[in-house]
């Protein structure tokens, strides 16, 4: 580390470490109660657990991208924080919010709007929370020696983060506007902002581990983000298909949706091209493969398994099934969860001290959870397809169905166990690193 | 080669021009000749019938429109598939409601929750989906047929 205020990124690390532990904790909850074993559904009933098994999955990433830009700004920037306190207080304010929307969510206190339960007294909570971020970010930006292209990408996708949670406040009565503005936050954020936030921490970490020149990897970075906004805007058609809204959406959104697996194809060639042309010398072998893994398992999870539903021929048969979860999965975990793994693992050993690079719990981790969670993948996606021929190519009823499949979900559980195995080993490393420490401090070149 | 500034400026025009074009189809699709979302017939039992729904996250279970979760079935077109008496015995219920071994929660609403829910979803009903109405509910075109 070479600022002293970027130890700050440690507790935001560490917070979301323990989200990510619950998360999994509830999507055990979902898992069993899908193949009969529902005995806590008088306290956390199916609904419930879902959302806090999806609330966390974002608090924990916002909170990995909060660090990320705490630990990442003063160094491109070249200055310290402007107020580490304020930072901190900022930490303790996400987690308030967090645990009061989550102990809200077992007491019947929420909006169901699937990713946006939060209610909207705690909305404007979150936007304060954000404000503040934001406020301590660009200002140590501003303030900075050096405004790098990475650094301005990575604030950009967080304040466009922050402006686009704004659609999904307005209050509708109609149902089909509700829908229509809530997807102005979920899809523009993961296929849209959030890979600007993906493709700075990326250049970052390409720059860093594999000393590779700024100038062309920046450059490589305007193209990624650029296919990405030209594609992700108009493909939010591909959630108004079947809403209720016009026709033109299955033209637009199915045209432009086709063409977004393309961003994420770019971000797997860059990273690996990246990496074939550096001088391969920094130690942190670990830290290079949660990197190269993020950029290949998104490509995968939201390129390919996203195309595969996206055309509107398809998605006619495939919208709200499994094949969905099956995509939500990978997607999420390729994209974002891998690129939140992959800063933690290069910072925590320049913000340790420590530099355990490449143990073999470290690598043990990596391969555990990406086998565990491609096995859930399949297993949501066989259960999916299945779904979609059974149900709705030969109308049978629901629940039979669901019991012809529940099968599935037996093997779900059993890769979930691989995954949760390397996911607790990854913590295990990340404790025996210890806390951040002024001795890590080096000079500043 | 592409330059760096070249690279910029495919960025901020890209973004610009599709940003822009998809304002402008926002504004299409929900103007008044284009409009398909049933909004004439939203009443006030509808409404009151949407904020129940939202109250209890019953999308935290089911779909409607195709969006929620994958728990239990999609209720689009669900009167027409079930009736309406059968919904809002489920609605009323006590206890948690369970044909299949899967448990519903026990919701206990009087009946004018009841009503307002049923109105929310005939209003649903009359939606058009584009298409997809009759390959989410096969079983409702089949009773809606005969
Ligand atoms: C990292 C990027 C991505 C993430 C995290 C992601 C995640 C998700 C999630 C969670 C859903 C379910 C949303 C809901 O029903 O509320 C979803 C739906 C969908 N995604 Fe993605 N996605 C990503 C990228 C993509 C891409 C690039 C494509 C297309 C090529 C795509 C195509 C779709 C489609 C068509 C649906 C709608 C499914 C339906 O009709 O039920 N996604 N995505
Ligand atoms: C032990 C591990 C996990 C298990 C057993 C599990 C299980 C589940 C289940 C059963 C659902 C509900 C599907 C339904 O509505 O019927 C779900 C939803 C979801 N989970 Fe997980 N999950 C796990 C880990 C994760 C991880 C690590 C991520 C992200 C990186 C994730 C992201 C999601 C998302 C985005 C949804 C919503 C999907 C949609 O609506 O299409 N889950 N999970
Ligand atoms: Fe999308």
Redesign the pocket.
């Known amino acids: 580390m070479k600022y002293k205020s970027q130890k700050v990124a440690y507790w935001f690390f560490a917070f979301s470490m323990l989200l ?1 532990i619950l ?2 904790t509830y ?2 909850v ?2 069993f109660a ?1 193949i009969g074993m529902d005995g806590l559904h008088e306290f956390i009933p ?1 609904n419930t657990a ?1 959302a806090v ?2 609330n966390l ?1 974002v608090v924990w990433l916002l909170s990995g991208f909060m660090g990320a830009a705490y630990y990442i700004i003063p160094e491109e920037a070249q200055n310290e924080l402007v107020s580490v306190k304020l930072a901190y207080v900022q930490l303790i304010s996400l987690a308030a919010v967090g645990v009061t929307a989550v102990i809200g969510y077992h007491f019947n206190y929420w909006e169901g709007r ?1 990713f946006l339960e939060i209610p909207r007294p705690l909305d404007y909570l979150v936007v304060v929370n954000v404000l503040l971020f934001l406020g301590i970010i660009l200002l140590t930006l501003f303030k900075g020696k050096r405004r790098t292209t990475t650094a301005l990408v990575l604030s950009m996708g967080l304040l466009f983060a922050a402006l686009l949670y704004l659609p999904g406040m307005i209050p509708f009565d109609s149902q089909v506007l509700d829908s229509f503005f809530r997807w102005w936050v979920v899809h523009l954020w993961v296929e849209g902002v959030w890979e600007l936030i993906m493709g700075g921490i990326l250049s970052f970490l390409l720059i860093k581990l594999t000393g590779v020149d700024r100038e062309v990897i920046e450059k490589w970075l305007y193209v990624i983000v650029g296919l990405t906004f030209l594609s992700g805007v108009l493909g939010t058609g591909h959630h108004y298909y079947y809403i209720g809204v016009n026709k033109i959406w299955l033209i637009v959104g199915g045209i432009f949706s086709a063409l977004e697996p393309l961003a994420f194809l770019a971000m797997a060639l860059f990273a690996v091209n990246m990496y074939r042309k550096g001088e391969k010398k920094h130690p942190n072998k670990l830290a290079l493969y949660w990197t190269l893994g993020a950029a290949i398992v998104s490509f995968i999870g939201a390129g390919l398994l996203g195309f595969a539903h996206t055309l509107p021929q398809t998605n006619l048969y495939t919208h709200g099934t ?1 094949v ?2 099956m ?3 990978l997607a ?2 390729g994209a ?2 891998m690129i939140v793994l992959a800063i933690i693992s290069y910072s925590l050993p320049n913000l340790t001290g420590r530099k355990l690079y490449d143990s073999s719990r470290g690598r043990m981790a990596f391969w555990l959870a990406n086998i565990g ?1 491609i096995g ?1 993948t399949v297993a949501f996606g066989v259960a999916g397809v299945a779904q979609v021929y059974l149900e709705r190519k030969f109308g049978l009823d629901f629940m039979k169905v669901q019991k012809e499949i529940s099968i599935h ?1 037996v093997v ?2 059993l890769c ?2 691989i ?2 195995t390397g996911v607790i080993l990854y913590i295990v490393d990340f404790y025996k690193h210890g806390t951040p420490t002024d001795e890590a401090l080096e000079s500043k070149e | 080669m592409l330059s760096k500034k070249q690279a910029r400026a495919f960025f901020l025009g890209g973004t610009l021009v599709t940003f822009l074009i998809f304002i402008g189809l926002t504004v299409y699709s929900l103007s008044e000749g284009n409009d398909q979302s049933n909004k004439e017939n939203l009443t006030a039992s509808v409404v009151r019938g949407k904020e129940i729904w939202e109250s209890n996250n019953c999308m935290g ?1 089911h779909t409607l429109l195709g969006e929620g ?3 239990a079935p999609e209720l689009t077109k669900v009167i027409d598939r079930r009736g309406e008496g059968y919904v809002k015995a489920i609605l009323m219920s006590p206890v948690p409601w369970q044909p299949n071994g899967r448990k519903m929660v026990a919701y206990g609403m009087s009946k004018n929750e009841a009503e307002d829910v049923v109105a929310f979803f005939k209003w649903i009903g009359k939606i058009d989906l584009n298409g997809f109405d009759r390959i989410v509910s096969p079983l409702a075109k089949k009773k809606i047929n005969n």
């Open positions: 990510l998360q999994i999507g055990f979902m898992g899908r199916f879902r098994h999806t999955l699937k499994l969905t979860a995509h939500g999965h999420f975990w974002y969860g969670m859930m979900f779900l559980i979930a166990t995954f949760t | 279970c979760a994958y728990y």
